[in-house]
């Protein structure tokens, strides 16, 4: 089983900042499948980014995702008052799907 | 447009069971595999259970083998959770989720709202 491990923990910003998340997986993840997700309170998770970098149907571009092999970044640019949420990577290149515990995002 | 609609949570006493159900629509239902993940209060996502379009393969957490089963209806547009031998650390919403296009491999793209499932004496 691929762990992931997400880092920070929380992340406390204000709107307008950048916003930088990190993702780091126990073992290489196959060809970049490695997905991130927003949730918000009270609701289902959304789909961001797959492909380490490809940004889902609909997702500003203020979000992008980077890097491969064990090492994985989400960054907002220039965060708004509605991305202020939780935020999960996905690894689904192996059999077993794992997810990081979560970067809980903030207001300062 | 893709509509994922559970049901079937509930409360039920430790060891026991419960079905859960997804109700799919706006995509051809038979082409994907569908996933279960869950969420206990307060904390992060677990995947718990996929199955391919055809229900050829399946595949579990080790949290849930051998007491959880997945099966779906293609005919009914809908995919299923069998739940047995139910634990207090079961208890969590369930969500059911799109997943790949048989051939392809890709994220969860769709998910359902959930279902609250507590396992509680």
């Known amino acids: 089983e691929i762990v992931l491990t997400q880092s920070p923990g929380t992340l406390s910003l204000s709107p307008g900042e950048r916003a930088t998340l990190s993702c780091r997986a126990s073992?290489?993840?196959?060809?970049?499948?490695l997905a991130w997700y927003q949730q918000k309170p009270g609701q289902a998770p959304r789909l961001l980014i797959y492909?380490?970098?490809s940004r889902a149907t609909g997702i500003p571009d203020r979000f992008s995702g980077s890097g491969s092999g064990t090492d994985f970044t989400l960054t907002i640019s220039r965060l708004e008052p509605e991305d202020f949420a939780v935020y999960y990577c996905?690894?689904?290149?192996?059999?077993?799907?794992?997810f990081g515990q979560g970067t809980k995002l903030e207001i300062k | 447009q893709v509509q994922l609609v559970e049901s079937g949570g509930g409360l039920v006493k430790p060891g026991g069971s419960l079905r859960l159900s997804c109700a799919a629509s706006g995509f051809t239902f038979s082409d994907y595999y569908m996933s279960w993940i869950r969420q206990a209060p307060g904390k992060g996502l677990e995947w718990v259970s996929y199955?391919?379009?055809?229900?050829?393969?399946?595949n579990y957490a080790d949290s849930v083998k051998g007491r959880f089963t997945i099966s779906r209806d293609n005919a009914k547009n809908s995919l299923y959770l069998q739940m047995n031998s139910l634990r207090a650390e079961d208890t969590a919403v369930y969500y059911c989720?799109?997943?790949?296009?048989?051939?392809?491999?890709?994220?969860?793209?769709?998910w359902g709202q959930g279902t609250l499932v507590t396992v509680s004496s």
């Open positions: 989720a799109r997943d790949r296009v048989t051939g392809t491999i890709r994220p969860f793209d769709y």
């Open positions: 492909g380490a970098s």
């Open positions: 199955i391919s379009s055809s229900s050829s393969y399946t």
């Open positions: 073992q290489s993840v196959s060809s970049s499948y």
């Open positions: 996905q690894q689904y290149g192996s059999p077993m799907y794992t």
